[in-house]
């Protein structure tokens, strides 16, 4: 049986291949008919370009729905799709391309000069262009091609994607992801987060990350549900069209920057079925308003480029909790069927419950290892073939998962463990806190110390020697972080995500600017 993948979403096109899948904020609509025509023309193409199969097809470029049928052209000619953020400079390119040494790189017109010439100095055979209005080389290219086109047969391990991890604490690595892997993992999705006929996806994610290229356009296209696609996020265009949609998927950040909107209200959201948050934690106080002002339950949900989703909050009533729905503010909640996940410590024993330990996971959504990199894959795998997340949690009694931080976040104080998650907790709970993030800075006779950098909410004035203060009532000492900072933004990257690394650099900025 062939796996390739498009064949999977392919089923789940409506009967009426002229009916809207896409409507996009520029005014444009797209039929079913148009994805499955234009995919081919673009597959055709590449198929002429003799490529062997697996081939990286690279695409550096801005969201646009080509864009998404590039994606879904290389998955039909059995080549590898390659997203890169498109914010990424010549040093960063430069390493993904040496990398992963795509045979074609798509970019934008305005980048051709500077892509190319990096592109085709490492062996990249074709460099063609692609801009968010449909111009570019590579339309005029497939625009000659038939557009009908047979999926190439692909058995279920063979490549789909490289996704590169965000990078927040080191070099970038490539997940390796199946066919296998990303069907059996929109598959799932698709039924435990109730889809049904006539969802309409509001898709405000980009589209070069495992959240909005997979999680979103692949439940989206296997409903066959239309989706309302904005080139960016921009609160007030997603507040137009929250009532013409069912489904909303965005990252922390865009719920918080929602919620500063004086429009968002009940009415607004009134036809949304389920609104889901994930790539980053969630603070409780966004949860909590988030209910108060909508009378919506965000469904949380924890995943990873190497592993796509593995836990999330109970979209349907569960009978474990009298038939009420259990979404908890400050959980993942539980591991989505198929996936088996343990807290463990370094020797690879389960701990017991509330213990924090290492997050590992096995599933037919595990991705098969790092592009070109089998130590740092046998590195991240346990010998009982577990894949250690680098995240570290915990598990309650009723199967609730808790992220408390990576374990390079983890500070090691006078040989104790300081979890920033819950540091981070303490100080968010204080009045007038927006937000915080703590992180280890060396110290001469603990070895490393806490630093918190906070947030203080609208019109709040904060004392940080006050807030140390409190934080001692409520924590032991040695939790305690010896420096506490204000700030008026948090460092973070595209899908939201704190970045601590940003953080420590600025710290050993003031210490060698203070010695
Ligand atoms: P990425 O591979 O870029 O998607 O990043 C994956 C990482 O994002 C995970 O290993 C977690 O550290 C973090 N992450 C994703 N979802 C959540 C969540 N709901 N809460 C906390 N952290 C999350």
């Given at each position: 049986m062939n796996a390739n993948l498009y064949l999977t979403l392919r089923q789940?096109?409506?009967?009426?291949?002229?009916?809207?899948?896409?409507?996009?904020?520029?005014?444009?609509?797209?039929?079913?008919?148009?994805?499955?025509?234009?995919?081919?023309?673009?597959?055709?193409?590449?198929d002429s370009l003799d490529l062997p199969a697996g081939s990286r097809i690279a695409a550096h470029i801005d969201k646009s729905v080509e864009a998404m049928l590039l994606y879904l052209a290389t998955l039909r000619s059995g080549h590898v799709f390659l997203p890169l953020n498109p914010a990424y400079q010549?040093?960063?390119?430069?390493?993904?391309?040496?990398?992963?040494?795509?045979?074609?790189?798509?970019?934008?017109?305005?980048?051709f000069g500077w892509v190319s010439k990096l592109a085709f100095q490492q062996g990249t055979r074709y460099v063609v262009t692609l801009d968010d209005q449909r111009g570019g080389s590579l339309?005029?290219?497939?625009?000659?091609?038939?557009?009908?086109?047979?999926?190439?047969?692909?058995?279920?391990?063979?490549?789909?994607?490289?996704?590169?991890?965000?990078?927040?604490?080191?070099?970038?690595?490539?997940?390796?992801?199946?066919?296998?892997?990303?069907?059996?993992?929109?598959?799932?999705?698709?039924?435990?987060?109730?889809?049904?006929?006539?969802?309409?996806?509001?898709?405000a994610l980009p589209i070069f990350h495992v959240h909005g290229l997979f999680i979103a356009i692949h439940a989206a296209l296997l409903n066959g549900s239309t989706m309302l696609w904005h080139s960016k996020f921009e609160p007030q265009r997603v507040l137009a069209d929250l009532p013409r949609a069912t489904l909303f998927m965005g990252v922390p950040t865009f719920y918080t920057r929602l919620l500063a909107q004086p429009g968002l209200n009940a009415q607004l959201c009134s036809g949304m079925r389920l609104f889901i948050s994930g790539s980053a934690p969630m603070l409780v106080d966004t949860f909590s308003q988030w209910q108060d002002r909508t009378g919506h339950t965000v469904l949380e949900r924890y995943g990873m480029s190497e592993t796509l989703m593995l836990t999330s909050n109970p979209y349907t009533a569960d009978e474990r909790f009298q038939g009420q729905s259990q979404r908890v503010g400050g959980s993942v909640g539980f591991p989505l069927p198929g996936v088996t996940l343990r807290i463990a410590n370094a020797q690879g024993q389960a701990l017991a419950l509330h213990e924090v330990?290492?997050?590992?996971?096995?599933?037919?959504?595990?991705?098969?290892?790092?592009?070109?990199?089998?130590?740092?894959?046998?590195q991240e795998f346990t010998a009982d073939g577990f894949f250690i997340t680098g995240d570290m949690g915990t598990l309650?009694?009723?199967?609730?998962?808790?992220?408390?931080?990576?374990?390079?976040?983890?500070?090691?104080?006078?040989?104790?463990?300081?979890?920033?998650?819950?540091?981070?907790d303490a100080l968010n709970q204080l009045p007038g806190v927006l937000e915080s993030a703590v992180v280890g800075m060396p110290h001469p006779d603990f070895g490393e110390v806490g630093c918190a950098f906070v947030l203080a909410k609208p019109g709040a004035v904060l004392d940080p020697a006050a807030l140390l203060l409190a934080l001692k009532g409520q924590l032991a000492g040695f939790k305690v972080p010896k420096l506490c900072k204000l700030l008026d933004e948090l460092p973070r990257n595209a899908m939201g995500k704190v970045q601590k690394n940003v953080l420590r650099q600025q710290l050993q900025q003031l210490g060698s600017d203070s010695n």
């Open positions: 789940g096109f409506p009967a009426n291949l002229d009916a809207i899948a896409i409507e996009t904020d520029q005014g444009l609509c797209y039929s079913w008919r148009d994805i499955e025509r234009g995919s081919a023309m673009l597959a055709n193409w590449l010549s040093a960063e390119l430069s390493y993904f391309i040496g990398n992963a040494e795509p045979a074609v790189v798509v970019c934008t017109p305005s980048n339309l005029e290219r497939a625009a000659h091609h038939s557009d009908q086109h047979t999926a190439v047969a692909r058995r279920p391990e063979d490549l789909a994607a490289i996704l590169y991890t965000s990078g927040t604490t080191g070099r970038s690595k490539g997940a390796m992801l199946s066919h296998a892997n990303l069907a059996s993992n929109a598959l799932m999705l698709k039924d435990y987060w109730g889809w049904v006929p006539g969802d309409v996806l509001l898709h330990g290492s997050i590992q996971v096995k599933g037919p959504n595990v991705f098969g290892g790092y592009w070109r990199m089998p130590e740092k894959t046998a309650d009694e009723r199967g609730y998962v808790r992220i408390v931080g990576r374990d390079k976040d983890l500070i090691i104080s006078g040989g104790l463990n300081v979890y920033p998650a819950e540091i981070e």
